[in-house]
C-alpha cells in the first residue's frame, strides 16, 4: 500500500554533489520516519541517514557526516539527500526506506518498505 519511487543518482566526478529524491505515494496518512541506505557492489547494505517524521533532529553514519544532509518536505511526501564533496568510496546503490513507527533507527530490518534504489557512481 505504501511506494517509493526514488531519483537524482547518476554519474559524478569526484568532489561533485548529487540531491537524492525519494516520494512516497499511497495509502499513508500521516507521516514516519524515513533513511537512506547504500549498498556496493559485494558489500551489505549499510545505514547513511534517517531523518524523524518532522524533518528534525537527523542521524547520520559517521562515514558521512559533514558532507551529506538529509531532509524531507512532508508536503509533497518527499524526502531528500543532499551528498557533497561525493568520493569514489560512497558509490553504491542509494535506498529510501520507510519505517512505519514514531522514531527513526539505524537498523534496515526495521524499516517497512523500501524504494528500488538508485545508482550513485563516482568516478576518479
Known amino acids: 500500500q505504501v511506494q517509493l519511487v526514488e531519483s537524482g543518482g547518476g554519474l559524478v566526478q569526484a568532489g561533485g554533489s548529487l540531491r537524492l529524491s525519494c516520494e512516497a505515494s499511497?495509502?499513508?496518512?500521516?507521516?514516519?520516519?524515513m533513511g537512506w541506505f547504500r549498498q556496493a557492489p559485494g558489500k551489505e547494505r549499510e545505514f547513511v541517514a534517517a531523518?524523524?517524521?518532522?524533518?528534525?533532529?537527523?542521524d547520520y553514519a559517521d562515514s558521512v557526516k559533514g558532507r551529506f544532509t538529509i531532509s524531507r518536505d512532508n508536503a509533497k511526501n518527499t524526502v531528500y539527500l543532499q551528498m557533497n564533496g561525493l568520493k569514489p568510496e560512497v558509490t553504491a546503490v542509494y535506498y529510501c526506506?520507510?519505517?512505519?513507527?514514531?522514531?527513526?533507527?539505524?537498523?534496515?530490518?526495521?524499516?517497512?518498505?523500501w524504494g528500488q534504489g538508485t545508482q550513485v557512481t563516482v568516478s576518479s
Open positions: 531523518i524523524n517524521r518532522y524533518g528534525t533532529t537527523p
Open positions: 499511497g495509502r499513508i496518512f500521516t507521516t514516519y520516519p
Open positions: 526506506a520507510i519505517k512505519l513507527g514514531i522514531l527513526p533507527c539505524v537498523r534496515g530490518d526495521d524499516y517497512d518498505y
